[in-house]
């Protein structure tokens, strides 16, 4: 377990425990607990496992976040339609309450698991576990998850994804990525959703929006997408498709992946040891 | 907010520790949170007695260590601070950095209570030595 091999100690952390650091243990210390543990090292645990669960059947899982309204049920809906005949896919959606987003996406024959979390703003690994239960993974190519709508709490869960997809909508504004550090820093595409508005809505520079993301540190695109025109449909297909074919390549070589930002030893947490990335 | 499901997560991890190390109550526990974690301090603080109550750890003091945002820059090697909404390199400005703290969300160190004496794994700087066992 990670509060005894070490695997814990990280390069943000190792100064703590190094000679003269705060956390060293000392010869009159014998009877330390110290820890160094992640604070949700079994939500960690169990999303590992669920990674295990989907790279054992080949499916690509993506998580998919953002404000309440931001359009990811819609941009589901359109990926459906669009990649119908040619991609599998499964779908577990996230709310505090109601079946409305599972029913939407039935519609369009595809299986769909909601899960209502209550009065909980966030989905974690042992949810998400139950769901990847009630998809027979075995016929599907691509399992999104739809997170609960919400910019901040979703980021510091690990669900077993292999990508972190955010969504920032073009109402909500241009500097949402430097409102919300946390969450746009956790992803591995921007997806500026309702582009069709731009024209309306020209207080919104995109331009600006990417300056934000990018003084995140974080190489992830951000791309424009609208499913009311079509615009970016392509380029955001293309992209599921190439991570698709990269998870295939991946599971074949016994390999898994990971969100390219995770929470702080994370990274170290791979339940059977294979490469993460 | 996720803060309460964080704090009952910890209580799950300090219930394990005390009752590996025998422990009758435990009196302090020391977090290391940093600013791009996702987690509030002072939302955790106020969480915590809801998820410690009839605990172990019910009366245990939470001590937080804010740590800082520090980034290691992939283009000019300078290690310099940063902000949470700027990560870029300070010294040559570049965007291309590696984030070396910040994001900790870390149970670091716990005082236990046991047959009446107190454990700890510090070096007595912050404790009376008398309270050692």
């Known amino acids: 377990m990670c509060d005894t091999c070490g695997c814990n100690i990280t390069a943000g952390n190792q100064h703590l425990i190094r000679p003269g650091g705060k956390f060293e243990r000392t010869a009159s210390g014998a009877e330390s607990v110290d820890v160094l543990r992640g604070l949700l090292s079994e939500n960690d645990h169990q999303a590992a496992h669920n990674r295990e669960h989907f790279d054992g059947h080949g499916v690509l899982a993506v998580n998919l976040m ?57 989905l974690d690994a042992h949810m998400v576990h139950d769901a990847v239960h009630g998809l027979a993974l075995d016929e599907l190519d691509i399992v999104f998850i739809e997170n609960v709508g919400n910019l901040v709490c979703p980021a510091s869960f690990d669900l077993g994804q292999h990508r972190n997809i955010t969504l920032l909508s073009v109402p909500e504004g241009d500097d949402k990525p430097a409102k919300y550090p946390v ?52 380029e955001w297909l293309e992209w599921l498709r190439a991570e698709r074919a990269a998870q295939g390549e991946r ?27 | ?31 290391a ?21 009839a605990t172990i750890a019910e009366e245990a003091e939470l001590l937080i260590e804010a740590a800082d945002i520090r980034v290691e820059c992939s283009v000019c090697g300078a290690e310099s601070a940063a902000k949470a909404n700027r990560l870029l390199c300070g010294e040559c400005g570049d965007w291309r950095t590696r984030l070396v ?33």
């Open chain 1, 183 to 234: 969450m746009f820093r956790a992803a591995d595409r921007i997806l500026l959703t309702k582009s069709d508005l731009l024209p309306v809505l020209d207080d919104f520079d995109p331009e600006r929006a990417r300056a934000c993301v990018r003084d995140l540190a974080t190489p992830a695109v951000m791309q424009t997408v609208s499913v009311k025109n079509g615009e970016g449909m392509a």
């Open chain 2, 33 to 53: 949170i940093g600013p791009l974690s996702g987690v509030e301090p002072e939302l955790l603080r106020r969480a915590w007695p809801l998820a410690a109550g």
């Open chain 2, 1 to 31: 907010m996720h803060e309460l499901s964080v704090c009952q997560a910890l209580i799950g991890q300090v219930e394990t520790i005390a009752r590996r190390e025998s422990a009758a109550r435990v009196t302090v526990i020391h977090l």
């Open chain 2, 101 to 133: 703290s910040g994001d900790e969300m870390l149970l670091t160190r716990l005082e236990l209570e046991r047959n009446g004496g107190v454990q700890h794994g510090d070096t007595g700087a912050t404790t009376e030595d008398s309270r050692h066992v």
């Open chain 1, 66 to 122: 953002s404000s309440p309204g931001a359009g990811k049920t819609a941009l589901l809906e359109a990926t459906i339609q669009a990649l119908a005949g040619e991609l599998r896919i499964g779908v577990i959606e996230g709310d505090l309450e109601t079946e409305n987003d599972a029913e939407r996406i039935r519609r369009h024959g595809v299986p769909a698991i909601q899960i209502a979390t209550g009065t909980a703003c966030h």
């Open chain 1, 251 to 277: 599971v074949a070589r016994g390999e898994s992946a990971r969100p390219a930002v995770q929470p702080d030893g994370a990274h170290l947490h791979a339940h059977t040891g294979a490469p993460a990335r």
